[in-house]
Every structure is written in C-alpha cells, then in structure tokens.
C-alpha cells in the first residue's frame, strides 16, 4: 500500500487524466448505447408461421421502407434513423413472433402476435414513435406482399378455369349428343317391343352399360332419359360457373391495366376495395355479379382484415416509459464507472512507475560496469640507465 500510495503522488496528474479520458468514454457509451428510453408493446396478428417466414425477407428491404416512410407523418430524423438502422439483426432483436402454444413446433404452427421492442436516447416520444413506425412498416410490408400473391393467384386461377370449365362443358355437350341418339334409337326399338310384364317388377339391374343391355327396352329408355337429366343439370351448373369465372376473369384483366405501383400496402388494400366497388357498380345487379363480387371481397378484403393486416391492433402498449433504463440504475453505473476509472488510472500510474524504476536500474548498472580508461601520460617505474 505504501508503494501504491507513493507512486500515485508521484503520478496525480497522470491518474487524473487517465480516469477523465476512462470516465469520459465510458459516460458516452453509456448514454449512448446502453442507459436509453425503452418501450415495448404486443401487436395481434393471425398469420400462418410459413407464409411469416417467407415474407419476413422483405422486412429488410431498404428501398421499400424508404417508399413506406414517404407516406407516414412523423419527424424526418426518426425515419432516417429507422432506415439507417433496419437490418435483419435489428429484426430479429426488436420482433419476436408468438405461436400457438397448442402447435407450437409444428409444420402448422400459427402466429398469433408480435413481441415488439424499440429504444431511443433522445426521448420516450422519439422511442414510441419509432417502434410505431417499426409495427407499420412489418404489417404494412405484409399486407403489400399478401395483395400482391392473391391478386395474381386469383387471376391466374381464373385463366386455368376458364380453359377447363370449356372442356368440360364440350365434354359433356358430346356426350349429351350421343345420348340423344342413343335415346332416338332405343325409343324406335321400345315401340316396336310389346309391353312386358316384367317392366313392372322391382329390378337391381343396372340400366346402363353392358348390364343394361338384357333389360327390356323401355326400361332403358327411361334409364337415358335419367342419365340425360342429370347430364342437362351438370351443363347448367358449368355453363353458370364458367359465366361468373368470365365476369372474374374481367374483372383481374381490367385490373391489371390499371394498377399503380404503391408506397405502401394500406394504399394498394384501399385501391382494390374502392376499384372492386367501382367496377360492379357499372356490371349491373345480376345474380351472378353479385356472387363474383362478394366472393372477391371474402377472399381478399376479408380474409387479410381476418389476418389483421388492415391496420395495427395492439393489444398492449406501446408502454412510455419515465426515464432511461439498462442493466443496473444509472446513478449506480457511474459510481461503478467512476471507481473503476481511478483503478485504471493508480494501475496506470503503477505500470508507469515501475517502468520507470526498472529503466533507472538498467542505466546504473550500464554505469558501474563500464571499464575505466588508462591514463594517457602513465609513467613506467623501474631504474633508469
């Protein structure tokens, strides 16, 4: 102790300044990067875990947030710092999904809601406005991503439909055809047959194919007339779906014609409901208008409001919070900065002297083992002749 209390008088100023520059440091970073207003919140949401995942690539697309915050009111500089900041690390810190407990760990796993954090060292306003802005952009990017797959999903699907609801309809249009000949043949062959007793008897007897072929004739008349009934109901009902698939498949192709390029995805989700509204408001009120329409609104507007990507529904926070916050309390992290700056600095002053104590030692000693020089004006002693 004697030694240390001796070399830190010997060095004040050195201990000074060394525990200044270490306090110093440490009270930035501190106020920086550790002690800031910290604000959390829980955001309800109904998405399979899938299709999550998949989408979460586009939660780091710089170029799309940059288009996003173009659209949201709010301080420039927290969105210049979000944009700055978003990162897939940044992701994965400040979102966390919430699954099912009842699936978690399945293929068919759901989310149910996102655990969101954000902070901020200037105020408790800039840390919730930031994490509001963080919540957007992921439901927004979501919704964006959502629109744009069941859109062309839809229309794409209606094109295959529409080729194969046409092949249907030729396939069983010609097989109608051919049992109406088949009928024309078997009525010329039933009048030409006396009646039968046994026409009135009760028959397991299949009437159509080759096991059809032994009943009495009449009765395979009325086994044609049967299946031509049915046949006539089956061409109905693909002859009004391939109508109602010709008003949808309009409907997508008078859309992609004019559909922008969006900021946001609450701009491309009010688009398509005002368009949907606008377009079969000019098609009339007809049965099968209204069927194509209500169908489209279930399967786009309803089904992604169902997902709550319509808009944010936070079922708690964000929270507010008072002041700073971090690891231990504040005033307590820079009485333990403070102490471990003067160590740093006595350790410092230490290091110092012992350096320099062990550099004096080493030029004694250079000193003491020099050899000495001869005398240039030495005088032999002896006798002289």
Do not use: C
């Amino acid at each position: 102790m004697t030694e240390v209390i001796a070399a830190t008088r010997a060095r004040f100023w050195l201990v000074i300044a060394a525990s200044a520059v270490v306090l110093t440091i440490g009270v930035v970073f501190l106020d920086r990067y550790v002690y800031q207003y910290k604000t959390e919140a829980f955001l309800d949401l109904r998405r399979d875990l899938l299709v999550y995942n998949t989408q979460r690539y586009a939660f780091y697309d710089k170029k799309q947030l940059a288009l996003y915050l173009e659209s949201q009111p709010g301080p420039d500089s927290e969105k210049e710092r979000l944009l700055n900041e978003i990162s897939e690390n940044l992701i994965r810190r400040n979102v966390k999904p919430l699954l099912n407990s009842s699936q978690k760990g399945g293929d068919g796993s759901v989310v149910v809601g996102l655990e969101l954090h954000s902070q901020s060292r200037d105020s408790a306003e800039s840390a919730v406005g930031r994490l509001r802005l963080l919540a957007g952009y992921i439901i927004d990017t979501q919704l964006m991503q959502s629109m744009r797959n069941t859109l062309r999903d839809g229309y794409l699907a209606s094109m295959a439909r529409s080729r194969q609801l046409d092949t249907q309809i030729i396939d069983k249009s010609t097989r109608l055809r051919d049992m109406e000949l088949s009928l024309k043949e078997m009525s010329g062959i039933a009048a030409r047959t006396p009646p039968s007793r046994e026409l009135s008897e009760q028959r397991l007897i299949s009437n159509v194919g080759e096991a059809g072929r032994y009943l009495p004739p009449r009765v395979q008349v009325i086994g044609i007339e049967s299946s031509m009934s049915s046949l006539r109901g089956e061409l109905r009902e693909l002859t009004v779906e391939r109508e109602r698939n010709g008003i949808r498949l309009g409907f997508y192709r008078k859309l992609y014609e004019v559909l922008p390029e969006f900021r946001s995805g609450a701009q491309m989700f009010e688009f398509f409901s005002t368009f949907v509204h606008d377009y079969f408001a000019k098609s009339g009120e007809s049965e099968n208008v209204q069927a194509v329409r209500n169908e489209l609104m279930a399967a786009v507007v309803d089904h992604l409001r169902a997902q709550r990507l319509d808009r944010l529904y936070f079922t708690a926070g964000p929270s507010v919070p008072i002041s700073r916050s971090g690891p231990i309390p504040l005033f307590g992290a820079i009485v333990l900065l403070a102490s471990l700056s003067v160590a740093f600095g006595i350790v410092l002053a230490l290091l110092v002297n012992a350096v320099s104590v062990r550099w004096k030692g080493a030029r004694a000693i250079n000193s003491s083992t020099r050899p000495s020089m001869p005398d240039r004006l030495s005088v032999a002693s002896g006798p002289v002749e």
